[in-house]
């Protein structure tokens, strides 16, 4: 077992399924020579060729319908999306279409493709590089939305995602693409698709969380357990659509206190609907309101740096929302 | 039935008079099985019609010769006329037509025409125009990438190739030479928009832009298509991509919901009409005496019997639950 | 002033703008000649002409990236999708592009467009002609979206959304079309976007509501008060994004009990961020768990009518879910 | 100054010395602003760059001739010449290659490349690729719809040919006829991916389908292309839509995010170095008698000095508050 980042350890889950599995095979701009823009897939072309590693044209619906075909004739595709800002011209192909053939067929057909694509804010990644996409895709019976942080709950549930037979959208957050390393198993392993993780038991409050934000919500709740005696549970949905609702409501019934922090602009964010959830089943356990923290509503993350870090809710707000619910 | 003019047309295609026959027998089956989803919906017992009259020489003369199971079919929503030649009886389609339960297309979830047949390679299609094409490039490519010989036939009509993802699928398909045949059913209007106001210049000619061939025939002549998709859809001869665009026209409205006296002169359709691909492909085989006019009749009562039987029986079954409603959404893995 | 249904209501503002504002027009698929497959459109193109009523190619990125460039050059253009289904295609012109022309260029450019898309179930619409697509939009800081139900709201807020300079996407329930006829008035009106309407005033419980489901939510109601006395106080967003909190929480804190109706996938709809808001904001004042009720997590309503009977939420169960709310 | 030869290219094309030192000195410009972007990146100020190096001759021939404030330009995000040349400041571009607050294009919201000036008709332009095509061509029909000779110029790199909205606006601008002009800028390369993965067929020889004029041109040459854009993207010839695909080449890597030496070998980029198109035309300026290495040092050592005074000015400027990234979002009425 050695210790990987989130990159490395989502190029070698690609790798080991393209090696177990010949139907695997990878599609998307720049994965082939050059590795991908971020590095991802780098190396695969030379191990699997051309046929199996293949450079697409910039043409996102052509992407993903492609996957679509080709699963539809005995592959399993993962196709990459190169910024998920760009996923929108596939839109019509995943949400009309991948999400689709299994309901419509009446269960004759289905889609088993993987569309992997980077988002979230980095710096100098500007309105158009930055965007947290996940909201467009979550109310999309049929599509998987998953969203894993950690380098081996992302290697795990990247092999889930390739062997589930229906369309799932894997979101990698670029910023926590090289953020850290961890051990990360050897021998083949899933992560279920559809199960939340407990990052840190607490008592006192609840925060869910994904993404980069996940990391600044466990260094707060750190700190506030140091500095403040506050015990914070801390819990990762992993899958944004269908969530773990069994796993969330225990929490927030146990502290019966909820904050979800996303990057995404707040509004219309996956946030609104995990407090749905939360107000509605755990109502009678609450001692406090449900509470958001996300971005402002305003388009994207700029990029100048100034506008960019006061864009993504950082450590200090995050804080600011976690004792503001403890003390209520 | 044997063939008498050795220079027929049939005959340099390679095509017998039982291969006429089959052509036939499918256009008019295809003909009577739409003329029974107008009856039904006149009487109320089908909610949405959408036609395939007019279009029945391009459907049989392009799937011809294609493997079913094998190759695989992309149809849109006229292709009645293929999917009955690929195997789906009247009385599946005719299930559809009223949206029972057992209708295999989609179960009555989706409306009539939305055909799928996995045992056939029928890929399961949807009502978004023009989704299908970059779906066939990937289907076509799997071919591709394991060495095998199949082939796709994906299709749509003019207003199919004024969105996106024809043009995308037409580039990926011409820079990894896929073994593709894209065929436009061109029936001159998209609901009401006629063909000046959606296609700039010429769809077939548009195939060279891609660098691969392009060709322009008849739609209401089943041989003339079935020469220019043949060594293609049928796998046979392999090689790389094809455009076929298909002129012909759409007899009745758009749909059962449309009225096209809005935008149509009654002359238009009638003059249309005289071209009606059924009467003249049997003027063909009575002139090279494969298909006399009393075995015509024959031909047709027997199907006329076979549709009636389709749709008493279709008639006669039952309606999905209303639970059926809440799934599968899921595949189970 | 004369009654008029829905369908009326929106061709007559759309005449109306069109006579008094030379740079209104109009682009769709079957929007000229045939007025439109729900003939909203019908006469405009005889009354204006081809240029101003303008037959597009069938494809939408085009429509709503035409109409961009329209509103560029000095044009009030209203795009008609002809069904919600189909915008997906435009998503990114619309929320990559429309929505964004403001705050990305420092408010140097600016898009007032308006997109018409009818959606909603319907009889014999099946899958691909029945969708709830609002949820896809309502994250989009730029864009507004607006979905009146009444004749007279809605002529008033075509006219609000025309005039607006930014991009207004406006939602017309095919249900609703010819539902009932009210009076509209026939002088130059606005109603305005970002204005919830309280139809009904009660004081036992919140019902949030728009499009069919508030006719029935309306309906319901009134047998609710008869049989058993309870009084629902029923509020119409108009406007889902961005919403009027007040509005909504006013009526929230009242009644402390609180329900949103919307015929979408409930999962990811926007009953999700309805429900946030309240549960946020007015969490002090609730009785009872913020409820939401909404379509079972399916893709879409189905063709046959039984399956699509039981997807659509109808009166007897939204008159459970507000019974269980009251007595709660 | 005066034309030595009369039947020098230019004089050909209606173009006097004059406007040859324009074009020359807007190239070079470009070239000057584009290198000092890239000092201010390796010196920590500027995360992102990203080049039109090789590429301006084909902006400033197509762009020549525009009038700014009336035509309409959609730049895409290598069009610095362009921009430049229609106006904005060399100082303006630096501001934005660093973000700050003042840069007209975006305050500092948007990467470098992403440009726009609404007193010039330079349209905001965005980062996903072929946006632009669709509304250039609504811009088109506003002008036609008013019976106005405004013109419309669209730029791309050959993968924006990829996507639907290339192929929809250019069905669009064939079925109305529209005045806009589309500008590929074909330079081999899309990131890492080259030209045959890319592009199927001919971009050029697409247009045919569409029913207009399409040429290839040398994209090296500026006065190749001014004669391919003029009478178009000039407005004066009126007319129709055109297409015009400039062969070029992108001398740097993509980005400076980019390290090209993963997909291309050195001698490709040292062999096209020598078509550079900036003394490729001095040394026809040369020949003509128009600029002679003397004088052209005097203009370059102006150029410099411009560049280094803006690059200075915009380095001083302001970054955006934090607070200036909470709008403006939505336009007052
Ligand atoms: C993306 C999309 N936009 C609009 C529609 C509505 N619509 C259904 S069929 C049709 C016309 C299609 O015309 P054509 O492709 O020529 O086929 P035809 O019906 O003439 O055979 C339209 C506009 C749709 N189904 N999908
Ligand atoms: C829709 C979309 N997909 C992907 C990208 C990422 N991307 C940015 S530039 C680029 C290559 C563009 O190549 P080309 O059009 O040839 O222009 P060039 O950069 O070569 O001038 C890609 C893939 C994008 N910006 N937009
Ligand atoms: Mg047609
Ligand atoms: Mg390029």
Known sequence: MATKSLLQAIGEGLAEEMRSDESVMILGEDVGRAGGVFRVTQGLQDEFGGGR???????????????????????????????????????????????????????????????????????????????????????????????????????GM???????????????????????????????????????????????????????MLHTVLEVAEGLSEAHGVEAEVVEPRTLYPLDRETILRSAKKTGKFLVVVEANLTGSVAGEISAVVAREAFEWLDAPVMRLGAPDVPAAPFARPMMDAFVPDAAKIERAMLELARY | MDVKDARARHEVLGLTGEDLLRMHYSMLLARRVDERSWILNRQGKAPFVISCQGQEAAQVGAVYGMRPGYDYLYPYYRDLAMTLFLGQSPREQLLSVMGKREDPNSGGRQMPGHFSARELNIVTASAPVGVQYPQATGTALAFKVRGEDGVVLVCGG???????????????????????????????YAISVPEKAQVAGSIAGRAQGYGFPGVEVDGMDVLAVYEAARGRSSGRGGGG??????????????????????????????????????PRFERYLEEIGVLDAEAREEVDARIRAEVAEASRSAEEAPPPEPEDALGPVYAGR
Request: hydrophobic share 40%.
């Open chain 1, 53 to 155: 590693v293949l450079d697409a044209p910039l043409a996102e619906s052509l992407i993903v319908g492609a996957a679509i075909g080709l699963s539809v004739n005995g592959m399993r595709p993962v196709a990459e999306i190169q910024f998920g800002d760009f996923i929108t011209p596939a839109f019509d192909q995943i949400v009309n279409e991948a999400a689709r053939f299994h309901y419509r067929s009446n269960g004759a057909w289905s889609c088993p493709i993987t569309i992997r694509a980077p988002y979230g804010a980095v710096h100098g990644g500007g309105l158009y590089h930055s965007q947290s996409i996940e909201a467009w895709f979550c109310n999309t019976p049929g599509l998987k939305v998953v969203a894993p942080t950690y380098p081996a709950d992302a290697k």
């Open chain 1, 158 to 212: 990247l092999k889930s995602a390739i062997r589930d037979p229906n369309p799932v959208l894997f979101l990698e957050h670029k910023r926590t693409y090289r953020l850290l390393k961890e051990d990360v198993p050897d021998e083949d392993y899933e992560v279920p698709i559809g199960e939340a993780r407990v990052h840190r038991i607490g008592d006192d409050i609840t925060v869910v969380s994904y993404g980069f």
């Open chain 2, 158 to 188: 003019e207003a199919s190739t004024s969105g996106g993802d024809w043009h995308e699928a037409m580039n990926f398909a011409g820079i990894h030479d896929l073994p593709v045949v894209f065929l436009v059913q061109n029936n001159a």
């Open chain 2, 241 to 278: 991509p094809t455009l076929i665009e298909a002129k012909t026209y759409r007899i009745t409205a758009h749909s059962s919901d449309d009225d096209d006296r809005r935008y149509r002169e009654r002359e238009e359709i009638e003059a249309w009409r005289l071209k009606d691909p059924i």
